[in-house]
């Protein structure tokens, strides 16, 4: 039925997909559980951030072109996420209605930034060009350098934030600020900011997961939206109790992905995708990790 | 009992009548296919907001999935007219029973889960919709959609001949309809039951709400319409295709919904015309046009939330605040002789701790009585117990802020039951009234008891028509008979209908009433109304029960038996510690208004009740 | 009586359009301890939430040290319940400005961080001292006031009993270096043992000479503690007590709602 390299090759294919997932979803499930809200512009900051990297790589070329392109992507993800959060979100943070409002504005703010993108680089793909060629043997099947690296980086990546966030007085300080707002400013900790600090940072991560998207498939002003229903699908269906939930959760997702595409075909699996999504949110809504809260 | 005026009644009326005449002129002149194609799409737009408007705004269930139901009449329309070559018109008929049975089906997953978790089943929903359509593109046309879907005729005669007019009338009929539908809902016992859950769910489910079901019939009730409009839009453009799914068409409609406002029909219907003509006048900017809407998106939920209905609310609260006024100051100097021929004596402005306030003052006497009038009436309510009591009393009346010829005053500050007390007291200092005795109706009889419970100067209480309240709000329903009084009192605006049922019913009357009290009505502030009854909840009830138990403070309680507002065995057994009569007394055949309707009767049973002040039978 | 650190000056509050205190003037003196004393539902703590700068006041000042927390004049009211009036009002009294000028509020029944530990919070409370110096010595009376604390340092907060919750607000509002502490019912629902324990716990930081507002629904633990007693009912301060002349719970009931409440 299916051979052991193919069996091993869609398998990679999978935790590669699971890895950009994880990268993007935690991003999500940060802002979810710091401020409540879910954020639609999620998807749009991947698709700027690949944009910003794209530009850099077209006057700098090679791996420095590459580098250079995702620091400064990520870093001006992380100013675009922090002044967002002033703009749609602290406008109402004292509404009732926080959650709702929050859904309209960062979907307003996902049709600008998609339209924008669309008036600056046009509607035509493109293709940011990998750093490193070649493959890597594993087990016989033979798997891309650079998803390797990607894999990597993107782990490298969430660990430096899950140390951020428990290991120095900022991140506890955010942490603080999510769990009980009014107890944190009562400490005297200045509350917008570290909630601009916390979207930044989304953003920040939404950054990389678009350089690393924009090496392996084609980017468009639209592309954001198919990484956003997939971390959307992660975040639920791992839930939000503990840092290492969302990220299980998106290497469970890109491996059902990978292998429903190659036994569904490519129209079956979103579809498949979403059942799985909302069979959870029927039977387990807190999700398949956790109990009822929400931390970080 | 939840107040309901039938629609020709209420204010509402008169603008709705003029937009429907003039939409349905308006083709007569309008006759190029461009504009006509433009309000055609205002319409299907208008629709399908003002029924998302039943789960988002009605029932607080935040349905992403709302377009899925106009998706699927669009694709039932598509797949029934050309792939199964059914009649056009029951495929048309049949589009929203469809929708209507997805919107069933939707409100299974979401029958128990709260917030977010809606948002995120709806938009999985419909993504799997869309998901499904694609690849069954068989049926569908798959991600190119579906082209020359049948045409709608009429005996032959094409729908969209001589420039679309079939089209126009029949868009225009699917809205009015379903502008019919959403009005009879909000009204309905479902409707209500909708807002209660999403008000106080607990309540609500407490009192025999049953959320799964009314979930289901919420969702249900907002497929109906988009499901037949969408079949309408199929047969319109010949073309279905799956960009109904995508944001932008979703963008639109919410901010449709947005800007007309939540909660409300008509806000949606505004903006309906106001966002797809810019969205039609921006249509040759492309991506600039998807900015700038979602940039009106964002201001108006950051700097405006209420949007456009509530601004159109406020412009005429505004205006009705000027209207208000200007006729009371109009009548300050026009009316003056009429009120003293009335009245016997001129009444003149007296600087107050709350503004400026119309006091008349007559007669003459060591001792003096101070008139307090009730909601959205006036002091020429106590014309007959001027002439009766002026004869050896100071008598004194005062029009209550934003009542009769005083000015009106701030919402915030002046108009209470406690800001009312006080400029009876400021009054009472300022005439030299020494300690008057204070009679007050219906809403001026607990500014009575308010007065007195301060402890401010008085040698008697009398009231009339007002139900003692010891706990707020749970006295409320005890003291009063429910009526659609009750829900006047209160309630900011007065149709004309309104205004003389009010007028009439205050004093007694089937209809009509006499044009000073129906004066009256008219010129009242709403928002003295509307204020008054808010704060009730602020009001000190206890001290005024202490006051009235402990008795040291004579109290007279004078009805009319056939008053159809309060309840009268509640006043009788209220307990009160020095009550004339040892309880209410009534004045037989008299209403609300015992003072006004059989004023004889009553003047005597008040002069009765001041012998009894002096008397030494008062301690008993 | 010293000097004032802590005045209120006719301040008024509540949550719009509700008024909930009115009028409330009231001043601690330097190293003066203060008890607050009156029925549930009444206001007390919706005014101490607005002198911690959780709630707007409504007019009215809030002086601390001879300078004003609060923003001038009166708070602007609404005249159009459709402006999203957060985007357009300013914030009149700020948390992050009370906790700076050294006045520290320990909430009522506080959850604080439920999925840290002990130790994690404890070592985020000193952000709000702003790098003053004394932390470390508070450290170790905070360690010395509550040895439970060292034990269940690596618990997260959801897994403490009350008390031991109602210690580490009380240890997170010491390590915030107060120069002003108010303590919001520390007893509240906690059981007997416990509640003696932390009862000893507020006299020693009283000992300490650390300024103290403190409200309590037991009157005798008040009486030991206190230099006056205001006695706080219907949203005002209604009458105030020395501490020579401590009533009985009973006796102060009776003052605020008349010989049959």
């Known amino acids: 039925m299916i051979s052991v390299d193919t069996f091993l090759f869609v398998l990679a294919s999978g935790v590669l997909l699971g890895g950009l997932y994880a990268l993007m979803a935690t991003g999500l499930a940060v802002v979810w559980t710091t401020l409540g809200v879910f954020n639609f512009a999620h998807g749009v900051f991947v698709a700027l951030g690949a944009y910003i990297a794209w530009q850099v790589t077209q006057s700098v070329t090679g791996s420095v072109g590459y580098l250079l392109g995702a620091a400064l992507s990520v870093v001006l993800m992380f100013g675009v996420g922090f002044v967002l959060h002033y703009v749609l979100v602290k406008p109402f943070e004292r509404n009732a209605n926080l959650v709702l409002l929050a859904v309209i504005t960062t979907l307003a703010a996902a049709s600008i930034i998609e339209n924008g993108i669309l008036l600056v680089w046009g509607a035509r793909d493109k293709q940011i060009a990998p750093p490193i060629s070649g493959t890597v043997g594993l087990m016989g099947a033979e798997i891309s350098a650079n998803d390797v690296m990607i894999l990597m980086v993107a782990l490298l990546a969430l660990l430096v934030l899950a140390i951020f966030l428990r290991r120095t007085a900022m991140g506890r300080a955010m942490r603080a600020v999510a769990q009980n707002r009014e107890a944190a400013e009562l400490m005297g900790l200045n509350v917008s900011r570290l909630y601009a600090m916390t979207i930044g940072l989304s953003a920040a991560t939404a950054a990389l997961a678009g350089v690393f998207i924009g090496s392996v498939r084609f980017i468009s002003p639209t592309f954001g939206s198919d990484p956003l229903m997939k971390s959307l699908i992660v975040v639920i269906l791992g839930g939000v109790a503990r840092f290492t939930s969302p990220i299980l959760a998106a290497f469970i997702v890109g491996i059902a992905e990978s292998f429903s595409v190659y036994f569904l075909g490519l129209y079956w699996a979103p579809a498949v995708l979403f059942a799985m999504m909302i069979a959870v949110l029927l039977i387990k809504p807190e999700g398949l990790f956790g109990h009822r809260s929400k931390t970080l | 009992m939840k107040y309901a005026p039938p629609f020709q009644c209420t204010n509402g009326f008169l603008p709705v009548l003029v937009a429907f005449i003039a939409l349905a002129l308006i083709p007569l002149f309008l006759t190029e296919t461009y504009a006509r194609h433009t309000l055609i799409l205002v319409f299907v737009y208008a629709i399908l907001a003002s029924n998302w408007d039943i789960s988002l705004g009605l029932g607080g269930i935040v349905n992403f999935a709302h377009l899925a139901f106009f998706a699927i009449g669009l694709y039932s329309f598509g797949i029934f007219g050309k792939v199964l070559g059914i009649d056009p018109w029951i495929a048309l008929l049949l589009s929203p029973l469809l929708a209507v049975a997805f919107a069933a089906l939707l409100a299974i997953p979401i029958l128990r889960l709260e917030g977010i978790y809606v948002i995120l089943v709806t938009i999985a929903a419909a993504q799997l919709l869309l998901q499904i359509v694609v690849s069954q593109s068989d049926y569908t046309g798959g991600t190119s959609g579906m082209v020359l879907l049948p045409r709608l005729e009429i005996f032959g005669y094409k729908l969209s001949k001589d420039n679309r007019i079939g089209y126009y009338y029949l868009a225009l009929a699917l809205l009015t309809f379903s502008t019919f539908f959403l009005y009879k809902l909000q009204r309905s016992s479902l409707g209500r039951a909708i807002k209660a859950l999403r008000d106080n769910k607990y309540y609500a489910i407490a009192r025999g709400v049953s959320e799964g079901r009314l979930r289901l019939y919420t969702l249900c009730a907002s497929a109906l319409f988009p499901g037949l409009a969408g079949g309408f839009y199929g047969a319109y453009l010949r073309v279905a295709s799956p960009d109904v799914f995508g944001l932008g068409f979703l963008t639109i409609t919410l901010s449709i919904l947005l800007l007309g406002g939540l909660s409300t029909i008509w806000g949606s219907l505004i903006a309906a015309f106001v966002i797809t003509i810019l969205a039609q006048v921006l249509g040759d900017y492309g991506a600039w046009r998807s900015i700038i809407i979602a940039l009106v998106i964002i201001a108006v939920v950051v700097v405006y939330p209420g949007g456009l209905f509530a601004a159109v609310q406020e412009g005429w609260g505004a205006f009705n605040r000027f209207r208000t006024d200007a006729r009371a100051s109009w009548r300050r100097s026009r009316g003056a002789d009429m009120r003293k021929a009335v009245m016997g004596a001129r009444d003149r402005l007296v600087e107050t701790r709350h503004g400026k306030i119309s006091v008349c003052e007559s007669g003459q006497g060591d001792e003096a009585i101070l008139f307090i009038h009730g909601n959205s009436s006036c002091k020429e309510v106590f014309r007959h117990q001027f002439a009766e009591f002026g004869k050896d009393h100071r008598v004194v009346a005062f029009d209550l802020p934003g009542h009769g010829v005083s000015p009106n005053a701030d919402p915030e500050e002046d108009y209470s039951i406690e800001a009312y007390s006080e400029i009876a007291c400021d009054i009472v200092e300022k005439l030299g009234l020494g300690k008057p005795i204070v009679f007050g109706w219906s809403l001026g009889g607990y500014v009575a008891l308010e007065y007195a419970a301060r402890g401010y100067p008085s040698s008697a209480v009398a009231i009339c028509g007002t139900s003692p309240v010891g706990k707020f709000p749970e006295d409320m329903p005890r003291g009063y008979i429910a009526t659609p009084h009750m829900e006047l009192a209160g309630k900011r605006f007065h149709s004309p209908h309104e205004k003389a049922n009010y007028a009439a019913h205050t004093i007694g009357m089937e209809k009509g009433g006499e044009p000073l009290v129906w004066q009256a009505v008219w010129r009242t502030d709403g928002l003295a109304r509307e204020q008054a009854f808010s704060k009730l909840k602020t009001c000190n009830w206890p001290r005024q029960v202490r006051m009235l138990k402990d008795g040291k403070i004579p109290f007279a309680m004078i009805n009319g038996p056939k008053d159809p507002f309060i309840n009268h065995e509640y006043c009788r057994t209220f307990g009160y510690g020095n009550i004339w009569g040892g309880e209410p007394q009534n004045v037989a055949e008299a209403g609300h208004a015992p003072f006004l309707e059989d004023h004889e009767t009553f003047n005597r049973m008040l002069r009765d009740f001041l012998t009894w002040t002096k008397g030494p039978a008062r301690a008993d | ?261």
Do not use: C
Not at chain 3, 41 to 53: E, Q
Not at chain 3, 245 to 251: T, V
């Open chain 3, 1 to 261: 009586m010293s000097e004032a650190l802590l005045e209120l000056r006719d301040l008024s509050g509540g949550y719009p359009p509700v008024s909930v205190f009115r009028g409330v003037s009231m001043s601690v003196g330097e190293q003066e301890s203060v008890g607050l004393f009156g029925p549930n539902g009444h206001g007390k703590t919706t005014l101490l939430k607005t002198v911690a700068g959780l709630i707007d006041p409504w007019e009215g000042d809030v002086v601390f040290q001879g300078r004003r927390l609060n923003a001038e004049g009166k708070m602007r009211p609404r005249i159009s319940r459709n402006f999203n009036y957060d985007l357009f009002q300013k914030r009149r009294i700020r948390a992050a400005t009370v906790v700076e000028a050294g006045v520290i509020y320990v909430m009522q029944g506080n959850l604080l961080f439920p999925e840290m530990t002990v130790e994690e919070v404890l070592g985020v409370a000193p952000l709000a001292a702003k790098g003053r110096s004394g932390v470390r010595e508070m450290r170790e009376r905070v360690h010395h006031l509550f040895p439970r604390l060292q034990e269940r340092r690596f618990s997260k907060i959801r897994y403490l009993s009350g008390g031991e919750r109602q210690m580490v607000s009380i240890a997170v509002g010491l390590l915030a270096l107060p120069k002003l502490l108010i303590l919001d019912e520390p007893t509240l629902g906690l059981s007997p043992k416990l509640r003696l324990e932390l009862m000893q716990a507020v006299r020693q930081i009283r000992e300490s000479r650390v300024p103290l507002i403190i409200v309590d629904q037991n009157i005798e633990f008040l009486s030991g503690l206190v230099d006056r007693l205001l006695l706080f009912d219907h949203g005002a301060i209604t009458r105030e007590i020395d501490a020579a002349s401590m009533p009985s719970h009973d006796e102060a009931m009776a003052m605020m709602f008349g010989e049959s409440h």
